[in-house]
């Protein structure tokens, strides 16, 4: 069983910047891949970024690469998401997810552990 509980959502201003931290516990935490996930008011979830196991390969969703970096920090079990220039459209609750498996996904159905989640709200 893994626990995994977000923090760090607020409002912003266009073009600022917000750090997502993601604190996981229980279960192996640093023998599998990490995502971010977002999900709009009216919208479907969808995948923001990834990170492998050891940390060192991403993967990030087109509308976000260049400005999100997801990391990973195994001595604390958490996982990171730095946001910056952000935009309106950016403004979702945001969900950090945990696979069981070695590989990266870019699918929701691919997670089997999920954070509540952590609104982030971008002012025009």
């Known amino acids: 069983q893994v626990q995994l509980v977000e923090s760090g959502g607020g409002l912003v201003q266009t073009g600022g910047s917000l750090r997502l931290s993601c604190a996981a516990s229980?279960?192996?935490?640093?023998?599998?891949?990490m995502g971010w996930f977002r999900q709009a008011p009216g919208k479907e979830r969808e995948f923001v970024a990834t990170i492998s196991q050891s940390g060192v390969v991403t993967n990030y969703a087109d509308s976000v690469k260049g400005r999100f970096t997801i990391s990973r920090d195994h001595a604390k079990n958490m996982v990171y998401l730095q946001m910056d220039s952000l935009k309106p459209e950016d403004t979702a609750v945001y969900y950090c997810?945990?696979?069981?498996?070695?590989?990266?996904?870019?699918?929701?159905?691919?997670?089997?552990?999920w954070g509540q989640g952590t609104q982030v709200t971008v002012s025009s």
């Open positions: 997810a945990a696979r069981t498996y070695t590989t990266l996904s870019a699918y929701s159905s691919g997670y089997k552990y």
């Open positions: 229980g279960r192996t935490f640093s023998s599998y891949p």
